[in-house]
């Protein structure tokens, strides 16, 4: 061996000693966050049931769309998972899709009284089906006047309509169309039923939605159009967040 070749392999096997524990150490490292993943599924045996976060950090409480104070929420438990305990503190629009025992038929419904008392519970399902709600949340504040900030468009009164919240529940017929809408408020248009529903915007582009639990936001000032472009009656809820302007 010359003694170039002794100096290579004697480098060599200072750099194998220096990997090897980095190495080490990194194994000690992923350890224990691998076991933070596990206490965070969805498998009741191991999750911490007792956990109490806030409902936007409840991990079966989606936010998939944000406006600000206004929060958009797919909530989805599987048939035997239970959510962790999780306190309400902001008014909410809940529209319902699906129980464990099926479809909920469109149905909705909305709390206010989590603004001056929080509200703190833990939601299981039993199935055998799909726990499912599209749900807004309002935390900017109260607009007083209820009648002030009504849509253009829509006729009849509001199923749901409070100092945050407002939702109209809406039956369409095959090839019938709503008339164009302008909301001074946010707001959000999700399917309850089956079909196949067309939201078009004023510039002609449109968003399709096919199933239960598809939803379509609309920015405040901007008009649109629904239209069901099925074969058979489909069922909507047109939901407003107010928002002073």
Known sequence: MTGDESMRSVLLLCM?????????????TDAPKKSTVAV?????????????????????HRTVHRDGDIYVLDIQINPGDMTLQHTHNAPILYNFISSGRGPSGGRISSNTEYVEKNFTHQVENEGPGLFRIIAITNYGPPIADLKADRPSGLTGEPEVENQWLRAYPVTL?????????????????????????????????TSELTAMGNWAWRNPGSPYQVRNAGKAPVKLVINEARRAN
């Open 16 to 28: 194998a000693a220096l990997v090897a524990p980095s190495f080490a150490l990194a194994q000690a």
């Open 40 to 60: 965070t599924t969805v498998d009741v045996t191991t999750v911490d049931v007792n956990r109490t976060v806030p409902i936007l950090q409840e991990p079966r």
């Open 173 to 205: 017929e095959p090839g019938k169309s709503l008339e164009v809408k302008t909301h001074t408020n946010p707001n959000l248009i999700v399917q309850v039923g089956d079909g196949l529903v067309h939201v078009t915007r004023e510039d002609g582009i």
